[in-house]
């Protein structure tokens, strides 16, 4: 069964870095979208970013535009995020997720991927 595992979230303080990675042992990587959502307590989930199946395209949410990176590693069949000059309102459980595809659009709504991962927590204090 497909299934993805986040790793490497954590409490930081703000202005902190943190590296999340997430890892498709069972997908046919190359094929798939993969992005990063996150949700916050009390509040939906949300898109962070996204990447294309060959890591050339990417797309990311306006609020960590600058601060986030997200790549990706066929070979290793992982993707990360790259987190820098960390806030307190990026505080959320981190989700990534694949969506089979071979097209360079990157959908920023949770109901087009189908593939998910556990979450990774990731606190940030001020």
């Known amino acids: 069964q497909e299934h993805l595992v986040e790793s490497g979230g954590g409490l930081v303080q703000a202005g902190d870095s943190l590296r999340l990675s997430c890892a498709a042992p069972?997908?046919?990587?190359?094929?798939?979208?993969m992005a990063w959502f996150r949700q916050a307590p009390g509040k939906e989930r949300e898109f962070v970013a996204a990447?294309?199946?060959?890591?050339?395209?990417?797309k990311y949410r306006d609020s960590v535009k600058g601060r986030f990176t997200i790549s990706r590693d066929n070979a290793k069949n992982t993707v990360t995020l790259q987190m820098n000059s960390l806030k307190p309102e990026d505080t959320a459980d981190y989700y990534c997720a694949a969506r089979r595809s071979y097209t360079d659009y990157l959908p920023t709504s949770r109901k087009e991927y189908n593939v998910w991962g556990q979450g990774t927590q990731v606190t940030v204090s001020s």
């Open positions: 990447i294309d199946w060959s890591g050339d395209s990417s």
């Open positions: 069972e997908l046919e990587f190359s094929a798939y979208i």
